[in-house]
């Protein structure tokens, strides 16, 4: 590991064991599919905008993103258990209500680690949780979850749907989700509106955790409009391939003070052991 990822690490045991004394929030995950596997070009480029976001037919990569659901005693859930801990102890010394899971680069696995931190939340914890898929240009969240929004957080914050109509429950538990249905055309425009502010503060008042699924922070504003109204991040860093320079650019962008805990994604583990589950 480099500079960068040690001053990380030092910087989260100490406040770690300032808070509770518990072990640095990383969450070595099972590495990822081959680069592009089923989604080409990740790192190159989005798709153009459709009119609406794709409904539930990626049943196979789906699973793989909602680990916490299928396999609750899985070593990647025990880790995103341990990430939840340690947001609860730092939440003992001031409020943390509202969270953006971001990562420096496209395809480091946020949607990944935001649901499953929202999934633990609110099974372990029983927490009323919400989670907000705030990527209003390729979403990925719903498919995830099999949902087939009928209105989403571009709706809402046009006024163009009441929120009640484009929050959907997560059977079986005390997660909800707002979904992205339709793309718009000024997805920077809307995250960093009025409106937007005004929601996250409506959202924070009526559920215990608010969870935020984001673009990539590099190349786009949303992300870091988003941090503004946050009380806290986790950055997601792709352990082996984020370079070292795009994570430091990141965290430049975002306030530093902000940061939560670290995602490892893709740090070793025994892969036979602990890889999804389909
Ligand atoms: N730990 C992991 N093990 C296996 N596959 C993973 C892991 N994390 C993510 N993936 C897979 O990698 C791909 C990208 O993950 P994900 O969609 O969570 O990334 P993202 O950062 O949200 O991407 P984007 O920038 O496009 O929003 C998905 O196919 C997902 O299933
Ligand atoms: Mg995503």
């Given at each position: 590991m480099g500079k960068v990822y040690d001053a990380l690490r030092r910087a989260e045991e100490e406040r770690g064991r300032q808070a509770t004394?518990?072990?640095?929030?990383t969450v070595p995950t099972a590495p990822p599919e081959?680069?592009?596997?089923?989604?080409?070009?990740r790192r190159k480029g989005r798709r153009g905008a459709a009119l609406t976001a794709p409904v539930p037919d990626e049943a196979l990569d789906a699973n793989r993103r909602r680990i916490a659901l299928l396999d609750p005693e899985s070593f990647v859930t025990e880790q995103f258990r341990t990430l939840r801990a340690r947001i609860e102890a730092l939440a003992a010394q001031r409020p943390i209500r509202t969270i953006l899971v971001t990562s420096?680069?496209?395809?480091?696995g946020k949607s990944t680690a935001a649901l499953n931190l929202a999934l633990v939340t609110a099974m372990e914890l029983d927490r009323k949780v919400l989670l907000v898929e705030?990527?209003?240009?390729?979403?990925e969240i719903h498919t995830s979850l099999g949902i087939a929004p009928r209105a989403g957080l571009a709706e809402v914050l046009l006024g163009e749907a009441p929120l009640e109509e484009a929050v959907h429950p997560v059977e079986g538990t005390r997660l909800h989700v707002l979904p992205v249905r339709k793309l718009p055309p000024n997805p920077s425009e809307l995250l960093s509106s009025e409106r937007m502010r005004k929601l996250a503060e409506e959202l924070a008042h009526s559920y215990d955790t608010v969870i935020f699924d984001t673009p990539a922070t590099l190349g786009l504003p949303d992300a870091k409009a988003l941090s503004e109204l946050m009380d806290g991040v986790v950055m997601v860093v792709r352990a082996d391939s984020t370079p070292r320079e795009d994570l430091e650019a990141a965290l430049d962008i975002l306030?530093?003070?902000?940061?939560l805990g670290l995602v490892f994604n893709?740090?070793?583990?025994?892969v036979e052991r602990y890889e999804y589950r389909d």
């Open positions: 004394g518990a072990a640095a929030p081959a680069e592009g596997a089923g989604r080409p070009g420096a680069l496209a395809g480091e705030c990527d209003l240009r390729r979403p306030d530093r003070r902000r940061i893709g740090a070793e583990v025994d």
